[in-house]
């Protein structure tokens, strides 16, 4: 954060139209601004100034999007939006497995995309730190500190692999976690391709966690890319 207290928002993004609506509506909502149009600049820009968040568009006239969270990630966490107009599923998985935190595709609304600030903002504020208070979503309480789950307050039995498999997704609230993402968490790397592993898991914990299995209220599908516990 800035020394005016600030939170700071560097923006990476080629198209000027785009680059000044962000601007100004990001500092109208009180946030900093940097920004620039090259990759190379970002890259010099995120390290030097060490931005709050980074809102990243992937085609760049300079250098590709993924080249520079792949560098951001070799040394910093800092959170990174990828804004994109590739809508493909695969670019997103491709973005989020080279460490985005999350993306929106264009064209965009400024609502959906501060919410999703937002969300990887409260994130980075808590992560690393040692916090033994459970999750609360609604109904939902995850204990990872008591490995319990409750829903309406009456415990949920989960077996290891369904508990591990909500727990990845608990430690990442509110952002997607690709399927790649959680099979190498929860089975291991050799199993990174059997994305039907996380489908049936993914239905077990909704028939024990969701009012309604087949219209989610937690545990949400990104089709083709991962998964999404919601963060409220
Ligand atoms: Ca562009």
């Known amino acids: 954060m800035s020394s005016a207290g600030k939170v700071t928002v560097l923006v990476v993004e080629d198209e000027p139209q785009i680059r000044r609506f962000l601007h100004?509506?990001?500092?109208?909502?009180?946030?900093?601004?940097?920004?620039?149009a090259t990759g190379r600049e970002g890259l010099s820009m995120a390290a030097s100034h060490t931005p709050d968040l980074v809102i990243l568009d992937l085609g760049l006239?300079?250098?590709?999007?993924?080249?520079?969270?792949?560098e951001v990630r070799a040394w910093g966490n800092m959170p990174i939006?990828?804004?994109?107009?590739?809508?493909?599923?695969?670019?997103?998985?491709?973005?989020l497995d080279a460490g985005a935190d999350d993306y929106v595709t264009k064209p965009f609304g400024m609502a959906e995309l501060t919410a999703r600030m937002r969300v990887l903002l409260r994130h980075?504020?808590?992560?690393?730190?040692?916090?033994?208070?459970?999750?609360?979503?609604?109904?939902?309480?995850?204990?990872?500190?008591?490995?319990a789950v409750l829903l309406d307050g009456t415990r949920v039995r989960l077996t290891p692999r369904e508990y591990a498999t909500l727990a990845v997704l608990t430690r990442a609230r509110g952002k997607v976690v690709t399927h790649r993402q959680l099979l190498q968490e929860v089975w291991g790397p050799e199993f990174?391709?059997?994305?039907?592993?996380?489908r049936i898991y993914l239905q077990r914990l909704r028939s024990k966690l969701e009012a309604i299995p087949a219209r989610p209220r937690y545990l949400i599908s990104e089709p083709g890319v991962g998964y999404r516990l919601v963060d409220e």
Not at 27 to 34: E, N, P, T
Not at 86 to 91: L, P, V
Not at 125 to 135: C, E
């Open 24 to 36: 100004t509506s990001l500092a109208g909502q009180g946030y900093r601004i940097l920004e620039t």
């Open 192 to 198: 990174v391709e059997q994305s039907h592993y996380v």
């Open 124 to 147: 980075a504020a808590t992560r690393g730190l040692d916090d033994p208070s459970a999750v609360i979503i609604g109904g939902l309480t995850i204990d990872l500190a008591r490995r």
């Open 61 to 70: 006239p300079d250098m590709d999007g993924l080249d520079i969270i792949r």
């Open 81 to 95: 939006l990828v804004l994109t107009a590739r809508g493909k599923e695969r670019d997103k998985v491709t973005a």
